[in-house]
């Protein structure tokens, strides 16, 4: 399985960014797909994560409410709409997937045996 991420960019504080990721086989169409990031000098961090269908999601406290990830199963794609970026959110973004995820799971990178090539999204004050 190969992960494609695309969409980062820099932006000014309070703007917005669209990543996406594409899957390369239809089978993760059943799977949990997610986001982490790795901000510069700090270890990686759990953005968000989305059941198969989305009707599940799960996010990090400090992006609840400004983050939003949604999926197209069909499509084989997950995407994470970014609304009022802060500096802080600097970081390389990595989409992850993976199948038979417990929820309690999601957050942990360790669960994920898929991961995309990164993309960085670069806020400024």
């Known amino acids: 399985v190969q992960l494609q991420a695309s969409g980062g960019g820099a932006v000014q504080a309070g703007g917005s960014l669209r990543l996406s990721c594409r899957s390369s086989m239809r089978t993760t169409g059943r799977w949990v797909m997610g986001w982490f990031r790795q901000p510069p000098g700090k270890e990686r961090e759990f953005v968000a994560a989305?059941?198969?269908?989305?009707?599940?999601?799960d996010y990090a406290d400090s992006v609840k409410g400004r983050f939003t990830i949604s999926r197209d199963s069909a499509k084989n794609t997950a995407s994470l709409q970014m609304n009022s970026l802060k500096p802080e959110d600097t970081a390389v973004y990595y989409c992850?997937?993976?199948?038979?995820?417990?929820?309690?799971?999601?957050?942990?990178?360790?669960?994920?045996?898929?991961w995309g090539q990164g993309t960085l999204v670069t806020v400024s004050s």
């Open positions: 992850v997937a993976d199948g038979t995820l417990i929820r309690s799971s999601w957050s942990k990178s360790t669960a994920y045996n898929y």
């Open positions: 989305i059941n198969f269908n989305g009707g599940t999601t």
